[in-house]
Structure formats: structure tokens, C-alpha cells
């Protein structure tokens, strides 16, 4: 093997690693850190507007499915177990792509994230209607 092949598989082997470490941080910081407690805003689209957006709620939601809180976490945003695994199976295939040089899901059709921005795009709009049924959306 050349020296520049050499170099490319151990800087992924860095970035893989480097991932890994970032999310097991990530992991332990949210699952220590009481976010529930915390008067933190963090979202632009709240603090600017007053208006929920479809991934507010999100944080607080992470930090209940990373204690097992199911019901919690959909109460905070229905879509935070669709999102937490999908942000699970993007580190996953980034992960095997860098440390295994192997591509997974090459030929995932479109549509499911496709469908999955649309229905954000319309949860985000029916969350701030202030009318009965939808004031449950509400983080």
C-alpha cells in the first residue's frame, strides 16, 4: 500500500475514533446533566418568535429517552424517538463507512425523509394553533 493510502486509512480511523468519543461525551453530558431543571432556551425560533418550532422540545426530550422516559420524551416532542434513531443510524453508517470502509443503506429511496420533513413542516404549523386539541403539542 502507498503512503497516501496509508495516511487516508489512519486519519479515518482518527475521525472515526474521534466521532465515537464526541458522542460517548455527548451520551454521559446528557445523561447527567439536568436539562429538565434548566431555564436554558436554546432555540432561536422560541426566544425570537414565542413560536414553537417542530424541534423544540427535542433536548429535553433526548435527555428523557436517554433515561428510558418514553412517555416523557413524547410529551416534550412526538418526534423525538424518530429523530434519536435516525441520528443513531447516521452515526452508525458514518462509523462503519470510516472505521470498516463499509457503505450501509447506499440505496435508501428518498421518500422516507422526504415524508419525514413534511410531517415536521406540518407538526411544526399545528403545534401553535391555539385551539384545544393542539395546545398539547405545546413543550
Known amino acids: 500500500m502507498n503512503d497516501l493510502g496509508k495516511k ?10 474521534g466521532i465515537i468519543v464526541l458522542c460517548l ?3 454521559a453530558a446528557g445523561f ?8 436554558l432556551d ?17 433536548t429535553r426530550a433526548f435527555h428523557c429517552l436517554l433515561h428510558l422516559r418514553i412517555a416523557d420524551a413524547l410529551d416534550y ?12 443510524a447516521l452515526i452508525v453508517t458514518i462509523e462503519a463507512d ?11 429511496p428518498p421518500w422516507p425523509l422526504v415524508a419525514l420533513l413534511a410531517a415536521l ?3 411544526g404549523v399545528v403545534r401553535n394553533i391555539p385551539i384545544e386539541p393542539f395546545t398539547y403539542l405545546h413543550t
Open 42 to 58: 436554546v432555540c432561536l425560533v422560541h426566544r425570537l418568535t414565542g413560536l414553537d418550532c417542530p424541534g423544540c422540545g427535542m
Open 77 to 88: 416532542n412526538v418526534f423525538s424517538p424518530v429523530v434519536f434513531l435516525l441520528i443513531a
Open 8 to 17: 487516508k486509512r489512519v486519519f479515518r480511523r482518527l475521525a472515526g475514533t
Open 98 to 108: 470510516l472505521l470498516l470502509d463499509k457503505k450501509l443503506f447506499q440505496h435508501v
Open 121 to 123: 413542516l406540518v407538526f
Open 25 to 27: 461525551f455527548l451520551l
Open 32 to 39: 447527567w446533566w439536568d436539562v429538565e431543571a434548566s431555564t
